[in-house]
């Protein structure tokens, strides 16, 4: 079974400063990996995906994250912080399962880093 | 268009009694998933639906729970006698595979936070 490691349960950094969030994981095939934010009393948002088309992956609000092979990591950056970006950030890996004769995606998630920026 | 909702956003139950928790997905989405976000486990996969039938219902953590879908639209999961360790928030996602490709992105909806005292 896949299994994602994200270091660090809370970050803080200033406003203005790199936002630099860790994910590591596992996996005997090729991931997909993904980024998601969790604002305060809402659903996960879609920050990035990483489907083997470009090791370096944009997303929204300016965040992006870099797939590493070797290093198994694909860790999720921000050069700026702004205060609009305190959020629960979560990664995920894709895991494929096969049943009732139908193949599927099923999400692996870490267990979460809350970012904290402060003025 | 509108995205995945979720009812109610909060409920509050006493302990035994059953819940019935409802999810709207994005028109069109034919794979359907649950979640559970608790504080001591994290996000966990619940049950995945494609079309109305739940090909793998293996998160679900015991025979109290179950879910359904109808129409190939909305979904119910219901939680039967329930336990204070019921309580966490319960997400549903959905998507459109229309190729099966593992990286097609799941929208979740909000969630609904249960809490059983």
């Known amino acids: 079974a896949q299994s994602v490691t994200q270091l660090g349960s809370h970050v803080s950094v200033s406003e203005g400063a790199l936002v630099l969030l860790r994910c590591n994981y596992s996996s005997s095939v090729p991931p997909y990996l993904f980024w998601y934010v969790q604002y305060p009393n809402q659903g996960l948002q879609l920050l990035l995906k990483y489907t083997s088309a470009a090791t370096l992956v944009k997303g929204i609000n300016g965040f992006e994250a870099e797939f590493k092979k070797s290093e198994t990591s694909f860790h999720l950056t921000k050069p700026s912080a702004h205060m609009s970006d305190a959020a629960e950030y979560f990664c995920?890996?894709?895991?494929?399962?096969?049943?009732?004769?139908?193949?599927?995606?099923?999400?692996?998630f870490g267990q979460g880093t809350i970012l904290t920026v402060h003025p | 268009g509108a995205g995945v909702s979720q009812s109610p956003s909060n409920k509050v139950t006493e302990k035994g009694k059953d819940v019935e928790l409802r999810c709207d997905p994005i028109?069109?989405?034919?794979?359907l998933y649950w979640y559970r976000q608790s504080l001591g486990q994290g996000l966990e996969f619940l049950i995945y639906?494609?079309?109305?039938?739940?090909?793998?219902k293996s998160g679900l953590p015991s025979d109290r729970f179950s879910a359904e879908r109808t129409g190939g639209s909305v979904s119910t999961l219901t939680i039967q006698r329930t336990q204070q360790e019921d309580s966490a928030v319960y997400l549903c996602a959905s998507s459109s595979p229309l190729l099966v490709r593992l990286q097609e992105t799941q929208y979740f909806g909000p969630g609904t936070r249960l809490l059983v005292l």
């Open positions: 028109s069109g989405h034919t794979a």
């Open positions: 639906f494609q079309g109305n039938s739940a090909p793998d």
């Open positions: 995920a890996v894709s895991e494929k399962w096969n049943a009732g004769g139908t193949s599927y995606g099923k999400l692996t």
